[in-house]
Protein backbone atom coordinates (compact mmCIF):
# COMPACT_ATOMS: atom_id res chain seq x y z
CA UNK A 1 0.00 0.00 0.00
CA UNK A 2 2.31 2.98 -1.14
CA UNK A 3 -0.07 5.37 -2.10
CA UNK A 4 -0.78 8.26 0.57
CA UNK A 5 -4.21 8.64 -0.32
CA UNK A 6 -4.98 4.80 0.55
CA UNK A 7 -3.44 5.19 3.82
CA UNK A 8 -4.76 8.54 4.87
CA UNK A 9 -8.32 7.21 3.94
CA UNK A 10 -7.88 3.67 5.56
CA UNK A 11 -6.34 5.28 8.74
CA UNK A 12 -8.94 8.06 9.42
CA UNK A 13 -11.71 5.48 9.07
CA UNK A 14 -9.93 3.25 11.46
CA UNK A 15 -9.79 5.92 13.82
CA UNK A 16 -13.43 6.99 13.12
CA UNK A 17 -14.63 3.24 13.79
CA UNK A 18 -12.77 3.12 17.29
CA UNK A 19 -13.61 6.11 18.72
CA UNK A 20 -17.93 5.84 17.42
CA UNK A 21 -17.51 2.13 18.63
CA UNK A 22 -15.94 3.26 21.93
CA UNK A 23 -18.50 6.27 22.61
CA UNK A 24 -21.61 3.45 21.37
CA UNK A 25 -20.18 1.31 24.16
CA UNK A 26 -19.73 3.85 26.93
CA UNK A 27 -22.52 5.79 26.01
CA UNK A 28 -25.15 2.21 26.50
CA UNK A 29 -23.19 1.48 29.67
CA UNK A 30 -23.44 4.66 31.10
CA UNK A 31 -26.89 4.31 30.23
CA UNK A 32 -27.51 1.06 31.63
CA UNK A 33 -25.63 2.25 34.71
CA UNK A 34 -28.12 4.78 35.10
CA UNK A 35 -31.45 2.65 34.26
CA UNK A 36 -30.46 -0.07 36.83
CA UNK A 37 -30.01 2.58 39.87
CA UNK A 38 -33.34 3.65 39.28
CA UNK A 39 -34.96 -0.15 38.29
CA UNK A 40 -33.24 -1.03 42.21
CA UNK A 41 -34.91 2.10 43.39
CA UNK A 42 -38.37 0.97 42.09
CA UNK A 43 -38.14 -2.62 43.19
CA UNK A 44 -37.01 -1.60 46.85
CA UNK A 45 -39.80 0.56 46.91
CA UNK A 46 -42.56 -1.25 45.29
CA UNK A 47 -41.25 -5.03 46.34
CA UNK A 48 -42.35 -5.79 49.88
CA UNK A 49 -45.96 -4.07 50.08
CA UNK A 50 -46.25 -6.31 46.93
CA UNK A 51 -44.64 -9.65 48.94
CA UNK A 52 -46.53 -8.31 51.92
CA UNK A 53 -49.98 -9.06 49.90
CA UNK A 54 -49.16 -12.42 48.60
CA UNK A 55 -48.23 -13.49 51.99
CA UNK A 56 -51.86 -12.41 53.35
CA UNK A 57 -53.54 -13.67 50.25
CA UNK A 58 -51.54 -17.29 51.31
CA UNK A 59 -52.84 -17.19 54.69
CA UNK A 60 -55.92 -15.96 53.84
CA UNK A 61 -57.35 -17.83 50.88
CA UNK A 62 -54.79 -20.92 51.07
CA UNK A 63 -52.72 -22.32 48.02
CA UNK A 64 -55.96 -22.11 45.51
CA UNK A 65 -55.87 -18.31 46.10
CA UNK A 66 -52.53 -17.77 45.46
CA UNK A 67 -52.87 -19.83 42.49
CA UNK A 68 -55.14 -17.42 40.42
CA UNK A 69 -53.22 -14.38 42.40
CA UNK A 70 -49.51 -15.79 40.72
CA UNK A 71 -51.35 -16.65 37.40
CA UNK A 72 -52.03 -13.19 37.19
CA UNK A 73 -48.82 -12.48 37.70
CA UNK A 74 -47.18 -14.08 35.08
CA UNK A 75 -50.42 -12.84 32.84
CA UNK A 76 -48.16 -9.31 32.99
CA UNK A 77 -44.87 -10.98 32.82
CA UNK A 78 -43.66 -11.86 36.53
CA UNK A 79 -42.57 -14.87 36.83
CA UNK A 80 -42.93 -15.59 41.03
CA UNK A 81 -41.51 -18.18 43.14
CA UNK A 82 -43.54 -18.30 46.98
CA UNK A 83 -41.49 -19.92 49.91
CA UNK A 84 -42.97 -20.94 53.34
CA UNK A 85 -41.78 -20.24 56.75
CA UNK A 86 -39.94 -23.63 56.09
CA UNK A 87 -38.22 -22.97 53.26
CA UNK A 88 -39.98 -24.92 50.69
CA UNK A 89 -41.02 -23.43 47.64
CA UNK A 90 -45.40 -23.58 47.69
CA UNK A 91 -45.88 -24.91 43.83
CA UNK A 92 -42.65 -27.34 43.48
CA UNK A 93 -40.88 -24.95 40.94
CA UNK A 94 -37.56 -25.05 40.89
CA UNK A 95 -35.34 -21.61 40.62
CA UNK A 96 -32.18 -21.04 39.68
CA UNK A 97 -28.62 -21.80 41.18
CA UNK A 98 -28.77 -18.00 41.56
CA UNK A 99 -31.78 -16.93 42.27
CA UNK A 100 -31.44 -19.58 45.51
CA UNK A 101 -28.74 -18.23 46.80
CA UNK A 102 -30.49 -14.76 46.80
CA UNK A 103 -33.62 -16.65 48.61
CA UNK A 104 -31.20 -17.72 51.89
CA UNK A 105 -29.34 -14.05 51.85
CA UNK A 106 -33.25 -13.02 51.95
CA UNK A 107 -34.28 -15.21 54.54
CA UNK A 108 -31.68 -13.03 56.96
CA UNK A 109 -33.13 -9.41 56.77
CA UNK A 110 -35.67 -7.06 55.83
CA UNK A 111 -33.69 -5.33 53.11
CA UNK A 112 -34.93 -6.27 49.60
CA UNK A 113 -31.99 -8.41 47.68
CA UNK A 114 -31.57 -7.71 43.91
CA UNK A 115 -29.13 -9.57 41.76
CA UNK A 116 -28.53 -9.57 37.78
CA UNK A 117 -27.50 -12.06 35.32
CA UNK A 118 -26.79 -11.05 31.61
CA UNK A 119 -30.19 -11.29 30.74
CA UNK A 120 -32.10 -11.44 34.01
CA UNK A 121 -33.14 -9.96 36.99
CA UNK A 122 -34.12 -11.41 40.59
CA UNK A 123 -35.76 -9.73 43.40
CA UNK A 124 -35.95 -11.59 47.00
CA UNK A 125 -38.35 -9.83 49.52
CA UNK A 126 -39.21 -11.21 53.10
CA UNK A 127 -42.76 -10.41 54.07
CA UNK A 128 -44.43 -11.24 57.51
CA UNK A 129 -48.24 -12.90 57.55
CA UNK A 130 -50.97 -11.89 60.12
CA UNK A 131 -49.63 -15.08 61.57
CA UNK A 132 -46.52 -14.00 62.13
CA UNK A 133 -45.20 -16.36 59.86
CA UNK A 134 -41.97 -15.33 57.39
CA UNK A 135 -42.18 -15.93 53.86
CA UNK A 136 -39.91 -15.20 50.84
CA UNK A 137 -41.31 -13.74 47.68
CA UNK A 138 -38.62 -14.62 44.70
CA UNK A 139 -39.63 -12.45 41.13
CA UNK A 140 -37.78 -13.21 38.20
CA UNK A 141 -37.87 -10.54 35.22
CA UNK A 142 -36.10 -10.35 31.88
CA UNK A 143 -32.74 -7.79 31.90
CA UNK A 144 -33.81 -4.39 30.18
CA UNK A 145 -29.84 -4.78 29.44
CA UNK A 146 -30.25 -7.99 27.76
CA UNK A 147 -32.53 -6.62 25.51
CA UNK A 148 -30.58 -4.14 24.53
CA UNK A 149 -27.73 -6.48 23.60
CA UNK A 150 -28.54 -9.14 22.88
CA UNK A 151 -31.84 -9.44 21.55
CA UNK A 152 -30.98 -6.03 18.83
CA UNK A 153 -28.26 -6.80 17.20
CA UNK A 154 -29.32 -5.92 14.55
CA UNK A 155 -30.17 -2.34 15.96
CA UNK A 156 -26.20 -2.33 16.98
CA UNK A 157 -24.95 -2.98 13.46
CA UNK A 158 -26.79 -0.85 12.09
CA UNK A 159 -25.49 1.91 13.98
CA UNK A 160 -22.14 0.89 13.25
CA UNK A 161 -22.72 1.20 9.50
CA UNK A 162 -23.87 4.27 9.41
CA UNK A 163 -21.20 5.61 11.22
CA UNK A 164 -18.80 4.05 9.39
CA UNK A 165 -20.77 5.18 6.12
CA UNK A 166 -20.40 8.47 7.30
CA UNK A 167 -16.70 8.35 8.42
CA UNK A 168 -15.97 7.42 5.18
CA UNK A 169 -17.45 10.15 3.65
CA UNK A 170 -15.54 12.48 5.99
CA UNK A 171 -12.49 10.70 5.38
CA UNK A 172 -12.73 10.98 1.55
CA UNK A 173 -12.91 14.36 1.50
CA UNK A 174 -10.28 15.34 4.33
CA UNK A 175 -7.72 12.51 2.28
CA UNK A 176 -8.33 14.12 -1.47
CA UNK A 177 -8.63 17.85 0.63
CA UNK A 178 -4.25 16.11 1.69
CA UNK A 179 -3.11 14.56 -0.98
CA UNK A 180 -4.63 17.29 -3.76
CA UNK A 181 -1.92 19.44 -3.41
CA UNK A 182 0.84 16.88 -3.69
CA UNK A 183 -0.76 15.09 -6.34
CA UNK A 184 -0.49 18.45 -8.26
CA UNK A 185 3.08 18.79 -7.11
CA UNK A 186 4.12 15.39 -8.14
CA UNK A 187 2.37 15.88 -11.65
CA UNK A 188 4.40 19.12 -11.78
CA UNK A 189 7.82 17.72 -10.88
CA UNK A 190 7.43 14.45 -13.45
CA UNK A 191 6.97 17.14 -15.48
CA UNK A 192 9.68 19.23 -14.66
CA UNK A 193 12.02 16.23 -15.01
CA UNK A 194 10.99 15.29 -18.36
CA UNK A 195 12.24 19.10 -19.07
CA UNK A 196 9.19 21.36 -19.42
CA UNK A 197 10.13 24.40 -17.50
CA UNK A 198 6.87 26.13 -18.03
CA UNK A 199 5.45 23.64 -15.27
CA UNK A 200 3.20 24.89 -12.42
CA UNK A 201 1.25 24.47 -9.44
CA UNK A 202 0.06 27.82 -8.26
CA UNK A 203 -3.01 28.15 -10.24
CA UNK A 204 -4.47 24.48 -9.18
CA UNK A 205 -3.97 25.42 -5.18
CA UNK A 206 -3.92 28.84 -5.21
CA UNK A 207 -7.52 28.83 -3.03
CA UNK A 208 -5.52 27.02 -0.27
CA UNK A 209 -4.06 29.00 2.63
CA UNK A 210 -1.59 25.88 4.29
CA UNK A 211 1.89 24.56 4.02
CA UNK A 212 1.32 22.44 1.31
CA UNK A 213 0.05 25.94 -0.95
CA UNK A 214 3.21 27.44 0.30
CA UNK A 215 5.44 24.31 -0.49
CA UNK A 216 3.66 24.63 -4.14
CA UNK A 217 4.91 28.02 -4.50
CA UNK A 218 7.53 27.56 -3.14
CA UNK A 219 8.12 25.33 -5.98
CA UNK A 220 7.31 27.70 -8.64
CA UNK A 221 9.51 30.16 -7.56
CA UNK A 222 12.44 27.56 -7.65
CA UNK A 223 10.90 26.58 -11.32
CA UNK A 224 10.68 30.07 -12.64
CA UNK A 225 14.51 30.84 -11.41
CA UNK A 226 15.60 27.16 -12.66
CA UNK A 227 13.96 28.18 -16.26
CA UNK A 228 15.78 31.96 -15.67
CA UNK A 229 18.81 30.26 -16.00
CA UNK A 230 18.45 27.62 -18.30
CA UNK A 231 17.10 30.35 -20.88
CA UNK A 232 19.97 32.78 -19.84
CA UNK A 233 22.70 29.94 -20.69
CA UNK A 234 20.72 28.55 -23.98
CA UNK A 235 20.92 32.27 -24.55
CA UNK A 236 24.65 32.44 -23.74
CA UNK A 237 25.29 29.62 -25.90
CA UNK A 238 23.55 30.73 -28.62
CA UNK A 239 25.16 33.92 -28.77
CA UNK A 240 28.65 32.84 -28.42
CA UNK A 241 28.36 30.48 -31.14
CA UNK A 242 27.06 33.12 -33.54
CA UNK A 243 30.16 35.08 -32.65
CA UNK A 244 32.62 32.89 -33.05
CA UNK A 245 30.90 32.16 -36.55
CA UNK A 246 32.40 35.58 -37.90
CA UNK A 247 36.37 35.10 -36.83
CA UNK A 248 36.09 31.60 -37.73
CA UNK A 249 35.49 32.03 -41.15
CA UNK A 250 37.63 35.18 -41.20
CA UNK A 251 40.48 32.19 -40.14
CA UNK A 252 39.53 29.85 -43.14
CA UNK A 253 40.25 32.70 -45.45
CA UNK A 254 43.17 34.11 -43.97
CA UNK A 255 44.37 30.65 -44.22
CA UNK A 256 42.84 29.73 -47.89
CA UNK A 257 45.34 32.85 -48.54
CA UNK A 258 47.80 31.58 -46.63
CA UNK A 259 48.25 28.15 -48.70
CA UNK A 260 48.58 29.87 -51.76
CA UNK A 261 52.01 32.06 -50.80
CA UNK A 262 53.12 29.51 -48.17
CA UNK A 263 56.38 27.43 -48.56
CA UNK A 264 56.24 23.51 -48.46
CA UNK A 265 58.02 23.78 -44.91
CA UNK A 266 54.75 25.12 -43.23
CA UNK A 267 52.36 23.17 -45.17
CA UNK A 268 52.18 20.48 -42.36
CA UNK A 269 51.27 23.77 -39.59
CA UNK A 270 49.04 25.06 -42.09
CA UNK A 271 46.74 21.90 -42.31
CA UNK A 272 47.12 20.63 -38.49
CA UNK A 273 45.36 24.81 -38.32
CA UNK A 274 42.27 23.66 -41.35
CA UNK A 275 42.12 20.65 -39.12
CA UNK A 276 41.38 22.36 -35.96
CA UNK A 277 38.71 25.37 -37.49
CA UNK A 278 37.28 22.61 -39.22
CA UNK A 279 37.02 21.25 -35.74
CA UNK A 280 35.86 24.29 -34.50
CA UNK A 281 33.10 24.65 -37.03
CA UNK A 282 31.64 21.20 -35.91
CA UNK A 283 31.38 22.33 -32.52
CA UNK A 284 29.90 25.71 -33.22
CA UNK A 285 27.23 24.20 -35.61
CA UNK A 286 26.45 21.62 -33.19
CA UNK A 287 26.21 24.11 -30.39
CA UNK A 288 23.98 26.03 -32.36
CA UNK A 289 21.87 22.63 -33.38
CA UNK A 290 21.59 22.08 -29.58
CA UNK A 291 20.09 25.44 -28.55
CA UNK A 292 17.71 25.61 -31.20
CA UNK A 293 16.74 22.42 -30.41
CA UNK A 294 16.71 23.12 -26.20
CA UNK A 295 14.75 26.39 -27.35
CA UNK A 296 12.21 25.10 -29.24
CA UNK A 297 12.98 27.31 -32.42
CA UNK A 298 13.88 24.38 -34.70
CA UNK A 299 11.28 24.24 -37.37
CA UNK A 300 9.24 20.73 -37.61
CA UNK A 301 7.75 20.13 -40.55
CA UNK A 302 7.18 16.61 -39.89
CA UNK A 303 6.35 14.39 -42.51
CA UNK A 304 5.36 10.49 -42.61
CA UNK A 305 8.66 8.24 -43.24
CA UNK A 306 10.14 4.57 -43.53
CA UNK A 307 12.08 4.93 -40.71
CA UNK A 308 13.08 1.22 -41.92
CA UNK A 309 15.15 3.04 -45.19
CA UNK A 310 16.08 5.54 -43.01
CA UNK A 311 18.06 3.52 -40.81
CA UNK A 312 19.20 0.91 -43.72
CA UNK A 313 20.78 3.98 -45.30
CA UNK A 314 22.74 5.82 -42.46
CA UNK A 315 23.89 2.15 -41.07
CA UNK A 316 25.23 1.86 -44.83
CA UNK A 317 27.09 5.29 -44.78
CA UNK A 318 28.82 4.86 -41.50
CA UNK A 319 29.64 1.02 -42.45
CA UNK A 320 31.78 2.47 -45.31
CA UNK A 321 33.78 5.01 -43.10
CA UNK A 322 34.32 2.05 -40.31
CA UNK A 323 35.79 -0.04 -42.84
CA UNK A 324 38.86 2.07 -42.65
CA UNK A 325 38.90 1.36 -39.61
CA UNK A 326 39.01 -2.32 -39.13
CA UNK A 327 35.55 -2.58 -37.95
CA UNK A 328 31.99 -3.11 -39.57
CA UNK A 329 28.26 -1.55 -39.20
CA UNK A 330 25.96 -4.48 -39.05
CA UNK A 331 22.04 -4.59 -39.58
CA UNK A 332 20.72 -7.54 -37.94
CA UNK A 333 16.90 -6.51 -38.11
CA UNK A 334 15.19 -4.20 -39.84
CA UNK A 335 11.10 -4.55 -39.61
CA UNK A 336 8.69 -2.31 -41.28
CA UNK A 337 8.18 1.33 -39.16
CA UNK A 338 6.33 4.02 -40.62
CA UNK A 339 6.81 7.25 -38.48
CA UNK A 340 5.71 10.97 -38.52
CA UNK A 341 8.84 13.67 -37.88
CA UNK A 342 11.49 16.08 -38.87
CA UNK A 343 14.15 14.13 -41.30
CA UNK A 344 16.83 15.55 -40.91
CA UNK A 345 16.39 15.73 -36.91
CA UNK A 346 15.52 12.05 -36.70
CA UNK A 347 18.75 11.37 -38.99
CA UNK A 348 21.07 13.60 -36.88
CA UNK A 349 19.99 11.41 -34.28
CA UNK A 350 20.43 8.29 -35.01
CA UNK A 351 23.23 9.11 -37.24
CA UNK A 352 24.76 9.91 -33.79
CA UNK A 353 24.86 6.75 -31.84
CA UNK A 354 25.59 4.52 -34.71
CA UNK A 355 28.69 7.16 -35.28
CA UNK A 356 28.99 7.10 -31.35
CA UNK A 357 29.35 2.92 -31.63
CA UNK A 358 30.95 2.68 -34.52
CA UNK A 359 34.09 5.17 -32.82
CA UNK A 360 34.77 3.10 -29.86
CA UNK A 361 33.55 -0.38 -30.69
CA UNK A 362 36.74 -2.46 -30.87
CA UNK A 363 38.91 -3.45 -34.10
CA UNK A 364 37.86 -6.52 -35.76
CA UNK A 365 33.99 -6.42 -34.36
CA UNK A 366 30.73 -4.84 -35.58
CA UNK A 367 28.53 -2.88 -34.56
CA UNK A 368 24.81 -4.22 -34.34
CA UNK A 369 21.54 -2.25 -35.61
CA UNK A 370 18.01 -3.94 -34.86
CA UNK A 371 15.13 -2.17 -35.71
CA UNK A 372 11.97 -3.49 -34.09
CA UNK A 373 8.19 -2.42 -33.81
CA UNK A 374 6.56 -3.73 -30.77
CA UNK A 375 3.32 -2.59 -28.83
CA UNK A 376 3.80 -2.26 -25.32
CA UNK A 377 0.31 -1.11 -23.23
CA UNK A 378 -1.46 -0.51 -26.63
CA UNK A 379 1.10 1.75 -28.01
CA UNK A 380 3.01 0.83 -30.81
CA UNK A 381 6.57 2.11 -31.07
CA UNK A 382 9.55 1.81 -32.74
CA UNK A 383 13.03 0.53 -31.06
CA UNK A 384 16.23 0.73 -32.33
CA UNK A 385 18.90 -1.09 -30.52
CA UNK A 386 22.73 -0.39 -31.24
CA UNK A 387 24.92 -2.14 -29.44
CA UNK A 388 28.92 -2.06 -30.12
CA UNK A 389 31.87 -4.30 -28.70
CA UNK A 390 33.60 -1.41 -26.43
CA UNK A 391 34.52 -0.95 -23.36
CA UNK A 392 31.38 -0.02 -22.41
CA UNK A 393 30.24 2.80 -20.08
CA UNK A 394 30.07 3.38 -16.00
CA UNK A 395 27.38 2.46 -14.22
CA UNK A 396 26.64 5.84 -12.66
CA UNK A 397 27.51 8.11 -16.26
CA UNK A 398 25.11 5.97 -18.52
CA UNK A 399 22.25 8.82 -17.92
CA UNK A 400 25.06 11.49 -18.03
CA UNK A 401 26.52 10.68 -21.59
CA UNK A 402 23.36 12.29 -22.68
CA UNK A 403 24.09 15.65 -20.94
CA UNK A 404 25.94 18.44 -23.04
CA UNK A 405 29.98 18.14 -22.93
CA UNK A 406 30.05 15.07 -20.59
CA UNK A 407 32.53 12.53 -21.50
CA UNK A 408 33.89 9.55 -19.87
CA UNK A 409 37.19 10.17 -18.81
CA UNK A 410 38.40 6.45 -19.34
CA UNK A 411 36.88 4.80 -22.29
CA UNK A 412 36.18 7.41 -24.17
CA UNK A 413 39.03 10.57 -24.12
CA UNK A 414 39.21 12.99 -26.14
CA UNK A 415 41.76 10.88 -28.50
CA UNK A 416 38.59 9.83 -30.19
CA UNK A 417 37.69 13.13 -31.40
CA UNK A 418 34.03 13.88 -29.83
CA UNK A 419 33.61 16.46 -28.09
CA UNK A 420 30.26 15.49 -25.77
CA UNK A 421 27.51 17.12 -27.49
CA UNK A 422 26.19 14.00 -30.88
CA UNK A 423 24.01 12.26 -27.81
CA UNK A 424 23.36 15.36 -26.43
CA UNK A 425 21.54 16.36 -29.71
CA UNK A 426 19.71 12.84 -29.95
CA UNK A 427 18.28 13.14 -26.60
CA UNK A 428 16.41 16.33 -27.48
CA UNK A 429 15.94 15.15 -31.16
CA UNK A 430 14.00 12.02 -29.75
CA UNK A 431 12.58 14.32 -26.87
CA UNK A 432 10.75 16.91 -29.22
CA UNK A 433 9.02 13.37 -31.63
CA UNK A 434 7.44 11.99 -27.84
CA UNK A 435 10.46 9.51 -27.58
CA UNK A 436 13.10 7.85 -25.12
CA UNK A 437 16.52 7.17 -25.27
CA UNK A 438 18.52 4.82 -22.41
CA UNK A 439 21.86 3.45 -22.55
CA UNK A 440 23.16 0.15 -20.67
CA UNK A 441 26.22 -2.20 -20.50
CA UNK A 442 25.52 -5.80 -22.15
CA UNK A 443 26.87 -8.83 -20.32
CA UNK A 444 29.46 -9.67 -22.86
CA UNK A 445 30.88 -6.37 -23.14
CA UNK A 446 29.94 -3.09 -25.35
CA UNK A 447 27.52 -0.77 -24.85
CA UNK A 448 23.45 -1.16 -25.78
CA UNK A 449 21.82 2.56 -26.92
CA UNK A 450 18.16 2.34 -27.28
CA UNK A 451 15.90 4.62 -29.31
CA UNK A 452 11.97 4.54 -28.58
CA UNK A 453 10.04 6.74 -31.09
CA UNK A 454 6.18 6.10 -31.67
CA UNK A 455 4.70 4.70 -34.69
CA UNK A 456 2.39 6.49 -37.37
CA UNK A 457 -0.61 3.97 -37.14
CA UNK A 458 -0.67 0.43 -35.66
CA UNK A 459 0.72 -2.37 -37.22
CA UNK A 460 -1.69 -3.26 -38.98
CA UNK A 461 -1.92 0.10 -40.61
CA UNK A 462 1.95 -0.04 -41.85
CA UNK A 463 1.97 -2.04 -45.22
CA UNK A 464 -0.91 -0.11 -46.11
CA UNK A 465 0.14 3.11 -45.24
CA UNK A 466 3.21 2.39 -47.16
CA UNK A 467 1.61 1.31 -50.30
CA UNK A 468 0.01 4.55 -50.16
CA UNK A 469 3.31 6.69 -49.83
CA UNK A 470 4.73 4.79 -52.40
CA UNK A 471 2.17 5.15 -54.70
Not at 61 to 84: C, D, N, T, W
Not at 204 to 230: N, Y
Not at 289 to 305: F, I, W, Y
Request: hydrophobic share 40%; aromatic share 8%.
Amino acid sequence: MRSLYTKIFLWFLVAIALVGGTLIFFVLETQSEFARASIEQNDRTLTPPFAERWANVFETKGKPGLSEYRAHARGVGIHAYFFGPDGKEEFDDTPSKESRLLVKSAMQTDQTQIAWTRTHRFIAQRATGPSGNRYILLIDLPSPFGRVFLERPQTQVLRLIVLLLLGALVCFWLARYITEPVTQLRSAVRQLADGNLHSRVGKAIAHRKDELADLGRDFDRMVERIESLMVSQRRLIRSVSHELRSPLARLTVALGLAYQDSDPAIRGYLDRIAREADHLNDLIGNLLTLARLESGTEPLDQTVMELDALVSEIAADVDFEARSRGCRVQVTKLEPCLISGVRNLLRSAIENIIRNGATYTKKGTEVQVALEHVQDNGQDSAVIHVRDFGEGVPKESLELIFKPFYRVADARERASGGIGLGLSITAEAVRLHGGQVRAENCAGGGLLVELKLPLYGNRADVELQRKELVS
